[in-house]
């Protein structure tokens, strides 16, 4: 099993931004996807991006296309959400989520593992 713990969260002003951490332990030697959803209050969680192991290849909903940068170092089982340009409509508790295998995957089912969870609040 993988334990996953997510960091990184807080208040930012609309333009700014943050990177998220996801810090994996436990069975980290077999090779495992990952990927950062989010959900907003009153809404259902959302594909934000997604990673394969171990790393060449990425994906991104189109909402955060071209602002939001996936990335991981498995030496440090740590995966990275580079969030820039940030916006108030991406406000949202983000959850990292991984999968044992080689490819990424967009749908919040196909994952195994979860995180708890870290605020992400974008003030106007």
């Known amino acids: 099993q993988v334990q996953l713990v997510e960091s990184g969260g807080g208040l930012v002003q609309a333009g700014g931004s943050l990177r998220l951490s996801c810090a994996a332990s436990?069975?980290?030697?077999?090779?495992?996807?990952m990927g950062w959803f989010r959900q907003a209050p009153g809404n259902e969680r959302e594909f934000v991006a997604a990673?394969?192991?171990?790393?060449?290849?990425?994906y991104y909903a189109d909402s955060v296309k071209g602002r939001f940068t996936i990335s991981r170092d498995n030496r440090k089982n740590t995966a990275y959400l580079q969030m820039n340009t940030l916006k108030p409509e991406d406000t949202a508790v983000y959850y990292c989520?991984?999968?044992?295998?080689?490819?990424?995957?967009?749908?919040?089912?196909?994952?195994?593992?979860w995180g708890q969870g870290t605020q992400v609040t974008v003030s106007s």
């Open positions: 989520a991984a999968k044992y295998g080689w490819a990424w995957w967009a749908r919040s089912g196909d994952y195994d593992y």
């Open positions: 436990g069975r980290t030697s077999s090779p495992y996807g």
């Open positions: 990673i394969s192991w171990p790393g060449t290849s990425t």
